[in-house]
Structure formats: structure tokens, C-alpha cells
């Protein structure tokens, strides 16, 4: 699977969008972006994930650049209880490996 | 209605004794991951179990053994605990439908060898 590369901080104020990026310049035709994000002492949590086409959820949206190689997470109105380790992951289709990287502490602030 | 459980919580142990960790899933999902993440928070994969049967050993020492009685179950016994055994256990669990798998993690069990 590809790797990705994401800062390892990033500071947000509650009430505003919070908009973690994900590079993979690596990622072939058939990888799938993931993002999961974990809050302190708890199991990671699933947010979303998409192939090609830009995706949203009641959680985030995800957005892919046209040419696959880098990706945004957004959290469109960011809280507090949204401060937690943001993890952007590869997969392939069909894959049952989920390799975690070192992700971005995001610190929400009032 | 805890999609993935796990049990215990914390487990404080001395070196060299044996503990098992247990997980159960009712999400119906047919794969059962253990995952480690130590001090540095580094998350990494263990096992992976497919409807009872092994399907990724990441080279982990023979002193951990998973085992999974049925597809809703996956254990993971430690032999002769030490010192580096100290972190907190994830369990997951997923479809496995393509890659529109989520995955679903337990709360983690925090375990201190001393």
C-alpha cells in the first residue's frame, strides 16, 4: 500500500473548518483513501474514505485533487470533542491490511 | 450494544506470567484484527483472523498466539510476559466486502508488565 505524509500538528478554533491535507503522490489506480482519526485513549474511529470522486458524510467531507496524489480531510464546523490524532490511509481494493501512520494531532481551541 | 468489546479493560501483570485478552464483535463482520500501539502511540498491525482462520502474522513473537473459536470471537493469549509487552491492544473487525470496509476498533485494553 502507498504511503502518505501529513503534518504531524495542526491548531483549529472551535466553530470554524478544520482542513487536514494527506499527500500520497504514490497511490495506484486501485487504492482506496481512508481516513480514520482517534481520540485520546480511545480505539480509532472510521470518518470516511472515496476513490476518485469527492465524498462526504455526516462527519467530514473528502476531497481527492483530479490527479489522486493528495486528498483533504474537512471538518466543516470543528469542536472541541473533535481534537484527536487525524490518520489519512491507502488501501487497495479488496485488501484487508490498514497500515496507520504517525497522522496529525488536530487541537481544536476555543 | 458495544459493537466490538473487549475484555479487560487494564491488566497489570509481572514479567513471565501468561494473560489472555479477549474480543468479541457482533457486527456480524467475518475478519478480526489485533492491533498494538505502544508508548510512541505507533499503531501497528498483529494479526488477522477470516472467519477462524490466520490470514496476516506480522512477524510477532511466538509468545503471542490468537485464537478464534468462532468468527464473533478472536483471543489473544501472551506467554511469558515482558517488560516490551507493555502497550494498548486493539481489536477491529470488518466486512471485507472490497474496500468499502470499514473498520470498527474495540475501546483497547491498556496492558502494564511490571
Known amino acids: 500500500d502507498a504511503k502518505t505524509t501529513q503534518p504531524p500538528s495542526m491548531d483549529c478554533a472551535e466553530g470554524r473548518a478544520a482542513n487536514l491535507p494527506c499527500n500520497h503522490s504514490t497511490i495506484s489506480g486501485n487504492e482506496y483513501v481512508y481516513w480514520y482519526r482517534q481520540i485520546h485513549s480511545q480505539g480509532p474511529q472510521y470518518i470516511i474514505h472515496g476513490l476518485k470522486n469527492n465524498e462526504t458524510n455526516e462527519m467530514a467531507s473528502l476531497i481527492i485533487t483530479e490527479d489522486r496524489k493528495s486528498s483533504t480531510l474537512i471538518l466543516p464546523h470543528a469542536t472541541l470533542r473533535d481534537t484527536a490524532v487525524y490518520y489519512c490511509i491507502v488501501r487497495a481494493g479488496g485488501g484487508n491490511k490498514l497500515t496507520f501512520g504517525t497522522g496529525t494531532q488536530l487541537k481544536v481551541e476555543l | 450494544d458495544t459493537a466490538v468489546s473487549q475484555t479487560p479493560k487494564y491488566l497489570v501483570t509481572q514479567m513471565g506470567n501468561d494473560k489472555s485478552i479477549k474480543c468479541e464483535q457482533n457486527l456480524g463482520h467475518d475478519t478480526m484484527y489485533w492491533y498494538k500501539q505502544d508508548s510512541k502511540k505507533f499503531l501497528k498491525i498483529m494479526f488477522s483472523?477470516?472467519?477462524?482462520?490466520?490470514?496476516i502474522n506480522e512477524t510477532v513473537p511466538n509468545r503471542f498466539s490468537p485464537k478464534s473459536p468462532d468468527k464473533a470471537h478472536l483471543n489473544l493469549h501472551i506467554n511469558s510476559l515482558e517488560l516490551g509487552d507493555s502497550a494498548v491492544y486493539f481489536c477491529a473487525s470488518s466486512q471485507d466486502e472490497g474496500a468499502s470496509s470499514g473498520y470498527t476498533f474495540g475501546s483497547g485494553t491498556r496492558l502494564t508488565v511490571v
Open positions: 483472523y477470516n472467519n477462524k482462520e490466520l490470514i
